[in-house]
């Protein structure tokens, strides 16, 4: 009995340990999306430009849904990676911004100083699409393969590396390749 | 330490019927729509919040998911079909309590079962030394020992 003691910090204390460090350091909004493989979540709406636009005029190709606001700041790091992926993708990969509690003035105001992203965004009036995404906080984006199954989520800012590694799970695995 | 066991198992029983009261009155069905979408906001989670739920949140998002509770209530969902509606779109994360009264009962459990070692082991300790205590002296020693005792005092 008396050396088994020494058992119960490895047995123990390092796991309670590491399973309390690890939970301090991850954002209790980083949630692991109930969607993924699932059917997107289908919508109509009106972009900035006021015309409508329909996730059914999206399918057929895998398209990319960002969700974003003009006083979201995470949202400026990802922006030029946006406007990046949409140039070198055209027409292959759809792309959508989404309005996330934020006003089409201020939206279009962003869109002017940092750059319009040659796609479109749409109004998102009381939420309910981001809602049915299961939104936190922007920025958030949804990747959704050719036959409309939501693939991957990325909760917070995207980075190239990241943009990279999510859109590889929505892309026909020979376009991935030849790039 | 033995008189402690029976005030713990106390304790727990208090403890065990305060939750399923708590279940009891959780699980009326005769509420009003009203009184069951606030039952309902209350164990919803507002998503851009911090730890508040969709009753306690002015923002937008709770805004609407109180909307929508309200709707499919009029719709005649089941307070079990508004939670999964939700469920589906957040995960199990959405809820403020989680689904199934095991994870309640788990942490207790826990606990319980923790305090059982602690008090096995002390008790275990406390008997061990009782058993393990000194030799008694011998004559000679104690002979020796009274001697020094009365050097000193000299």
Redesign the interface.
Known sequence: ?RHLRWLVVPLLVIPLGWLLFSGFGRDP?E?????IDRPAPEWTLTTLDGETLSSSDLAGRPYVVNFWASWCGPCVDEHAVLSATHDAYGDEIAMVGVLY?DLPADAQAFLARYGQTGYRHVIDP???L????????PPETYFIDADGILRAKQFGPLTESSMDQKLASILPAVGALDR | MRGLLPSIALGALMALLALAVVFWLGTDADASPAERAERLGAQLRC??CQGLSIADSP???A???R??VSELIADGASDEEIRAH??????E??LLAPSSPAWWVLPFAVVLLAAAALVAWIV?RSGGATAASPPALSADERRRLHEEAEALDA
């Open positions: 009995m909004r949630i692991a999306s109930p969607l509690q009381d939420g309910r981001a809602i049915d995404f299961g939104v936190t906080g | 998503p851009d923002t937008r998002s805004q609407e998911i909307r929508q939700f469920v589906a779109r957040y995960g994360w959405i275990r």
